[in-house]
Each structure stands twice: as structure tokens, then as C-alpha cells.
């Protein structure tokens, strides 16, 4: 779809459209071929170039143009400054692979681009495909959103991230993005239509990966039976909100990981059918390490069994510490010295105990089975194991225990958020 300077939709050869990108990043091609003005987004000329192509037929007011270019700077003459940042933009398209002209016209106060071609720019199909959608029936609302939504592919012009009109006319195509999706997910979910969904959400999860997408993923997965990549991406979900919010998923995550257990129980007839799905598909060695939320459940379980039984149950925590800060921001060496706890953990302990991480320095670890007298025995392990993978004088680990008997919640030394 490519929008001309009359505003009207024409019919075309595909090879002489200007197509413009953006939707996470700024991109320019002619007849198939990438080209760029200017070797700095941020330039004036170039910011300008982007102004203009995003505001259309309609063209930018002068006055706007001198608030969104030059803001607040000091120079008196800024009308000139404007002159001479017009005049240069038209030598560097003139030296470009687009067709010869003015490029800029100047109409009662108000400037245009103007380039002797059809021009694509996809904020502004966007904007459109959703006016076109408002009013349409579901089959075609839905086709156009669908298309709409396949545009968007990121923030709106992010090196621009610190211009006010780029960051307002961003979050504007952002909450665009997002309540049309959250349509889209609810149309094609009532549909049926499972696969493209999941596609759909995937683009979106990358663009946005904290805004709950994987949900959606998930939902598509359940109901294409495809249980064990519904499990799969639970866990990387997890595993991504610890390496960078260091922080456990939302509560709709968490609410959407006992629905995925319930319904991840397929009816069979065959008890032994059921136990080789339950068991592990590979045996490993060393202490088992699971999700954060498996482990509130084995917790949990353990508190039951440890009343009746009267087994000895020790939850340790381990914390990794720098004297100098650096491991705890999500650089690559805190998550370096993270998996290497995690590696000395599984290597010490026992098959029987179970671990999870439970932020970026932290872990938590179910002894299992042992008494009181040997928890420091097995931290001098696991800090032995540490101190051999990890040899850095300003890195350690501090432990802490506590039986997982049952007391009152204010006396606990240990408490689950």
C-alpha cells in the first residue's frame, strides 16, 4: 500500500515506490536497492528528511518544524539555521538514488517532501490499515488489523528516543500496536486459527518481551496439543525475566502455569504410559533443578510429607555477593558467575535435592533427608566447588539455612514472595 501526494492510493510498479521503514529503525530503499542520506540519523538534515516523509501529504507547519528541529537552542536565527538545514538536505537527495527534483516544497507556511515518486512509509500504512479497519465487518476488520500488525516491528525511529515528537508519536503507535493485538489474539483465538496467532505473538514477544506475549504463544500451543514447546517457552520466559527484570513473571504468568499443568494432563488408559511420561527423558547427575514456581510446589509438598514422615528437610539459600557491585546488574560475568554456583550446586548435591534460581543471586536449594550437623558441610562443598570454578577474591557466597518444619510466619527466617 503506498500513500501519494494526493492522498490517494494508486496502482503502481512495485520497482519505483520509496519505501520507508520506521518501525525499529530507519530504512530507505528504491526500485529494491537500500540506500541512506547523511552518515548520522541523528543529523539535522536527516531528522528533518524524517519529519517530512512521516508527515505526508499534509506537510509540517514552519513554526512546528522550528519546535521539533531546533527545540529550545539557543541561536537567535533559527529560521536560517532551518534555510540552510533545507538546502543541504536537497544536495544530499540529489546526490542520492532518487529521482531528480526540488524535494522540498515550500506551500503557505507549510513544508512538504516531495519525491517525484510513489512513496511507502510504514507508520504510516499502519495508521491506514487501521482507519480503513473502523466500521468493517469481523472478516475484514480482522484481515486488516492482521496486516497492520505485521508492520509494526519495533519502536517508532528509536535512535530518535530522545526527541520529543519521535517519543510522543512512538508511545501513540505503541498503545496502537497493543490494543489492536490484543483484538487480533481474540478474533483468531475465537477462530481457531492457532498457528498464524503464534507467529503473530512471536513477533510481538521479541519487540515487546516483557508485555506478557508469551501467554498468548502459550494459549496457541495448549490447544495444538503441543504440550511439551508450551512447557519449553514457559521456562524461557522465566528464565528471561530473571536475567533482566531479576525478577519472577507476573502473576498472570504464574496463574497461566497452573492452567498449562492442569491441562497438560492428557486422559490415558495405561498407568505405564502415564509413569514414562513423568519420568525424566534423559538421567542426569547431581541435584535436580527446576522452575521457581515447580519448586513452591515441591516445597509445599515437602512441609506435607516432612509431617507425617518426620524426614529432615533443610532449605538453604545461597547469595552471591561482589565486593565491588558489578555481577549484580545483568552483566555478562554476573551471569557467568550464576551458572557456575548453578554448576557447583548440581555437582555436590545429591539426585534426591532440588534447586531453582530464585533471582539473579540468589538460589534456592531443598537438603533433603539430612540433619542439622551436616547443612555446613555440604555449603564447604558447594563453596569448595564454587572457589574452584569461580577464582576471584572479590566474589563470594554467603549461605543461610532453615528447616522447612512448620512455624509461625513471623518467626520465619525465610519467606516465599
Same mark, same amino acid.
Given at each position: 500500500?503506498?500513500?501519494?501526494?494526493?492522498?490517494?492510493?494508486?496502482?503502481?510498479?512495485?520497482?519505483?515506490?520509496?519505501?520507508?521503514?520506521?518501525?525499529?529503525?530507519?530504512?530507505?530503499?528504491?526500485?529494491?536497492?537500500?540506500?541512506?542520506?547523511?552518515?548520522?540519523?541523528?543529523?539535522?538534515?536527516?531528522?528533518?528528511?524524517?519529519?517530512?516523509?512521516?508527515?505526508?501529504?499534509?506537510?509540517?507547519?514552519?513554526?512546528?518544524?522550528?519546535?521539533?528541529?531546533?527545540?529550545?537552542?539557543a541561536e537567535t536565527d /533559527? #529560521?536560517?539555521?532551518?534555510?540552510?538545514?533545507?538546502?543541504? &538536505?536537497?544536495? =544530499?537527495?540529489? *546526490?542520492?538514488? %532518487?529521482? +531528480?527534483?526540488?524535494?522540498?516544497?515550500?506551500?503557505?507556511?507549510?513544508?512538504?517532501?516531495?519525491?517525484?515518486?510513489?512513496?511507502?512509509?510504514?507508520?504510516?500504512?499502519?495508521?491506514?490499515?487501521?482507519?480503513?479497519?473502523?466500521?468493517?465487518?469481523?472478516?475484514?476488520?480482522?484481515?486488516?488489523?492482521?496486516?497492520?500488525?505485521?508492520?509494526?516491528?519495533?519502536?517508532?525511529?528509536?535512535?530518535?528516543?530522545?526527541?520529543?515528537?519521535?517519543?510522543?508519536?512512538?508511545?501513540?503507535?505503541?498503545?496502537?500496536?497493543?490494543?489492536?493485538m490484543e483484538e487480533v489474539?481474540?478474533?483468531?483465538?475465537?477462530?481457531?486459527?492457532?498457528?498464524?496467532?503464534?507467529?503473530?505473538?512471536?513477533?510481538?514477544?521479541?519487540?515487546?518481551?516483557?508485555?506478557?506475549?508469551?501467554?498468548?504463544?502459550?494459549?496457541?500451543? /495448549? #490447544?495444538?496439543?503441543?504440550?511439551?514447546?508450551?512447557?519449553? &517457552?514457559?521456562? =524461557?520466559?522465566? *528464565?528471561?525475566? %530473571?536475567? +533482566?527484570?531479576?525478577?519472577?513473571?507476573?502473576?498472570?504468568?504464574?496463574?497461566?502455569?497452573?492452567?498449562?499443568?492442569?491441562?497438560?494432563?492428557?486422559?490415558?488408559?495405561?498407568?505405564?504410559?502415564?509413569?514414562?511420561?513423568?519420568?525424566?527423558?534423559?538421567?542426569?547427575?547431581?541435584?535436580?533443578?527446576?522452575?521457581?514456581?515447580?519448586?513452591?510446589?515441591?516445597?509445599?509438598?515437602?512441609?506435607?510429607?516432612?509431617?507425617?514422615?518426620?524426614?529432615?528437610?533443610?532449605?538453604?539459600?545461597?547469595?552471591?555477593?561482589?565486593?565491588?557491585?558489578?555481577?549484580?546488574?545483568?552483566?555478562?560475568?554476573?551471569?557467568?558467575?550464576?551458572?557456575?554456583?548453578?554448576?557447583?550446586?548440581?555437582?555436590?548435591?545429591?539426585?534426591?535435592?532440588?534447586?531453582?534460581?530464585?533471582?539473579?543471586?540468589?538460589?534456592?536449594? /531443598?537438603?533433603?533427608?539430612?540433619?542439622?550437623?551436616?547443612?555446613?558441610?555440604?555449603?564447604?562443598?558447594?563453596?569448595?566447588?564454587?572457589?574452584?570454578?569461580?577464582?576471584?577474591?572479590?566474589?563470594?557466597?554467603?549461605?543461610?539455612?532453615?528447616?522447612?518444619?512448620?512455624?509461625?510466619?513471623?518467626?520465619?527466617?525465610?519467606?516465599?514472595?
Amino acid at each position: 500500500m503506498t500513500i501519494s501526494s494526493n492522498g490517494i492510493i494508486p496502482k503502481m510498479d512495485e520497482g519505483d515506490v520509496l519505501k520507508v521503514r520506521m518501525f525499529g529503525g530507519f530504512q530507505m530503499s528504491y526500485r529494491g536497492e537500500k540506500f541512506q542520506i547523511g552518515k548520522k540519523q541523528t543529523a539535522k538534515a536527516v531528522r528533518l528528511f524524517q519529519m517530512l516523509l512521516h508527515a505526508g501529504p499534509a506537510g509540517i507547519a514552519r513554526e512546528q518544524l522550528l519546535e521539533d528541529l531546533f527545540g529550545h537552542e539557543a541561536e537567535t536565527d /533559527l #529560521a536560517n539555521n532551518l534555510n540552510v538545514t533545507v538546502h543541504y &538536505l536537497r544536495k =544530499q537527495l540529489k *546526490a542520492s538514488r %532518487l529521482p +531528480e527534483g526540488e524535494y522540498i516544497l515550500i506551500k503557505g507556511g507549510r513544508y512538504h517532501f516531495d519525491a517525484h515518486c510513489p512513496v511507502e512509509v510504514d507508520a504510516l500504512v499502519f495508521a491506514s490499515l487501521l482507519e480503513q479497519a473502523k466500521g468493517k465487518k469481523e472478516d475484514e476488520r480482522l484481515r486488516l488489523l492482521k496486516e497492520a500488525c505485521r508492520l509494526y516491528r519495533g519502536h517508532f525511529l528509536p535512535a530518535l528516543t530522545g526527541e520529543e515528537w519521535a517519543t510522543v508519536t512512538g508511545a501513540h503507535y505503541q498503545y496502537l500496536y497493543t490494543d489492536h493485538m490484543e483484538e487480533v489474539c481474540r478474533l483468531m483465538t475465537a477462530r481457531g486459527e492457532y498457528q498464524e496467532l503464534f507467529d503473530l505473538c512471536g513477533r510481538a514477544a521479541a519487540v515487546y518481551p516483557f508485555d506478557e506475549w508469551q501467554i498468548w504463544q502459550m494459549e496457541c500451543l /495448549l #490447544a495444538m496439543k503441543r504440550f511439551k514447546q508450551a512447557r519449553e &517457552l514457559y521456562d =524461557q520466559t522465566e *528464565a528471561l525475566y %530473571l536475567d +533482566e527484570l531479576d525478577a519472577a513473571p507476573m502473576e498472570r504468568m504464574t496463574e497461566f502455569f497452573h492452567k498449562m499443568s492442569q491441562e497438560m494432563r492428557m486422559e490415558v488408559d495405561d498407568l505405564k504410559e502415564i509413569q514414562i511420561d513423568l519420568q525424566e527423558k534423559e538421567r542426569e547427575d547431581g541435584a535436580y533443578y527446576c522452575s521457581y514456581l515447580s519448586f513452591v510446589d515441591t516445597y509445599r509438598t515437602m512441609c506435607r510429607v516432612m509431617e507425617r514422615s518426620g524426614q529432615s528437610i533443610y532449605l538453604l539459600l545461597c547469595v552471591i555477593s561482589d565486593e565491588r557491585e558489578r555481577i549484580s546488574d545483568g552483566t555478562v560475568q554476573g551471569r557467568e558467575v550464576s551458572e557456575q554456583l548453578a554448576a557447583s550446586i548440581r555437582e555436590v548435591l545429591r539426585r534426591g535435592d532440588v534447586f531453582t534460581r530464585y533471582n539473579k543471586r540468589q538460589f534456592l536449594v /531443598l537438603l533433603i533427608g539430612i540433619r542439622k550437623e551436616e547443612c555446613p558441610i555440604i555449603i564447604n562443598r558447594i563453596d569448595a566447588s564454587f572457589r574452584r570454578r569461580v577464582n576471584s577474591r572479590r566474589i563470594h557466597v554467603t549461605y543461610r539455612t532453615a528447616s522447612i518444619a512448620y512455624v509461625p510466619e513471623e518467626r520465619r527466617e525465610i519467606a516465599f514472595t
